[in-house]
């Protein structure tokens, strides 16, 4: 979990660092500012879930799971037609270090899930195997999501201040 006392802020464009993003352009492009994430890359995970929850009434949807492919942050971007999907990248990219690998293992975390679902449904014999898997994965998939989405939002600011005026006051 991050620490509510990360304050990320990506560097903002000035005269000394031309061609930084700043918080302008960032939440204009729907990244956060705080943490240089963009929930758009949850699309891709969520396409993965919603193929698998369709898997139990529609057994044939398997096959339109077992063509999802695992893609990087960096990946899924560069192919998407995301209108800053450079700038998602680069905010990405100079996002704090702490928080990109938290994001990350979580991302990854789902990424091995969700090929290894395909890989067992790929071996299983009988839909209903595939339907069990199916409603497994979801399972674990799912509340991850939320997890990875969380970092992306990062700490209101509100919880910072909050942090921030616990740790300047003495306790009795």
């Not at 492009?29 to 698998?52: S, W």
């Not at 999802?68 to 960096?74: E, G």
């Not at 969700?114 to 497994?136: H, N, P, S």
Request: with cysteine; proline share 6%.
């Amino acid at each position: 979990m991050v620490s509510s006392s990360v304050k990320t802020v990506l560097p903002v464009a000035n005269p000394a660092n031309s061609g930084a993003p700043d918080v302008a352009q960032l939440t204009a492009a729907n990244i956060n500012p705080r943490t240089g994430l963009a929930t758009d890359y949850l699309n891709h995970f969520n396409e993965a879930i919603m193929l698998l929850e369709m898997i139990p009434d529609m057994p044939e949807c398997m096959t339109d799971f077992l063509e999802w492919q695992p893609l990087s942050y960096r990946e899924h971007f560069a192919a998407s037609n995301f209108k800053a999907r450079d700038l998602a990248i680069a905010a990405y990219d100079s996002a704090d270090d702490a928080i990109r690998t938290e994001f990350d293992n979580i991302t990854g975390a789902m990424t091995s899930i969700l090929t290894a679902v395909g890989a067992a449904m790929r071996e299983a014999q009988q839909d209903k195997t595939r339907i069990a898997l199916a409603r497994q994965a979801t399972g674990w998939v799912r509340p991850l999501v939320t997890l990875a989405g969380g970092i992306i939002h990062g700490p209101s600011v509100e919880a910072d201040a909050d942090v921030d005026y616990i740790m300047s006051h003495k306790l009795p």
